[in-house]
């Protein structure tokens, strides 16, 4: 007997190697069980695939953001950890493509400044293998406030720049963790806003 049904009546296989039209189907279990279309849905386990309304996005694509609009001072040379910007783990049982975003504004108050030329550095990494999947690399925007044409003189100031990056890559199976972190190439910079995130390709 099949797994094929309609109103509760087991159907009959026939050759395996013609193609099938079910009209008036209840329910539907492709191969294992893994598949099912049932109530106008496919679903693969106890996730809903596609509905009656098309592609159920949420299901399909896995995401998540992380916004902080703290005021950091970075004033390591090396990476560390930005306070908060670590994301909730996820688990792929085989390979995927994972988009990726950072967006910073930020400035660094020597940027071009007395022979300084400091900048902030931001990044966003996968503590699965410690891969580098995105990042963005300011001093600021310098601006003039004032130009003295009789003195030759001017005062200026620097304020935040905001940038973005995006990367799509492959990601292994596994449990990955994304998280951010900054540094500068010297003295303290100014991280305005942060906002990090991913969207999984596909279940």
Do not use: C
């Amino acid at each position: 007997m099949s797994d094929f049904t309609t109103n509760s009546v087991p159907l009959e296989m026939d050759d395996p190697n013609t193609d099938k039209v079910f009209k008036n189907v209840k329910e539907l279990k492709i191969g294992d069980g893994t598949f099912w279309v049932k109530n106008g849905e496919l679903t693969i386990g106890n996730t809903v695939i596609i509905d009656g309304q098309g592609l159920n996005s949420l299901n399909n694509f896995r995401s998540d953001t992380i916004f902080d609009d703290t005021n950091r001072s970075p004033a390591s040379t090396t990476y560390e950890d930005i306070p908060g910007a670590s994301m909730t783990p996820f688990t792929l049982t085989r390979q995927a493509r994972i988009l990726t975003y950072v967006r910073a504004e930020m400035y660094h108050v020597d940027y071009n400044n007395n022979g300084q030329n400091y900048r902030v550095y931001v990044r966003m990494i996968d503590t699965f293998d410690n891969a580098v999947t995105d990042g963005v690399v300011s001093g600021g925007n310098w601006v003039v406030d004032d130009v003295d044409f009789g003195a030759s003189s001017w005062s200026s100031h620097v304020e935040g720049q905001e940038l973005t990056s995006i990367s799509n890559d492959l990601y292994s199976a596994g449990t990955h963790t994304l998280k951010a972190q900054y540094k500068v190439d010297g003295g303290t910079g100014d991280l305005l806003e942060l906002q990090i995130g991913y969207v999984i390709l596909g279940i």
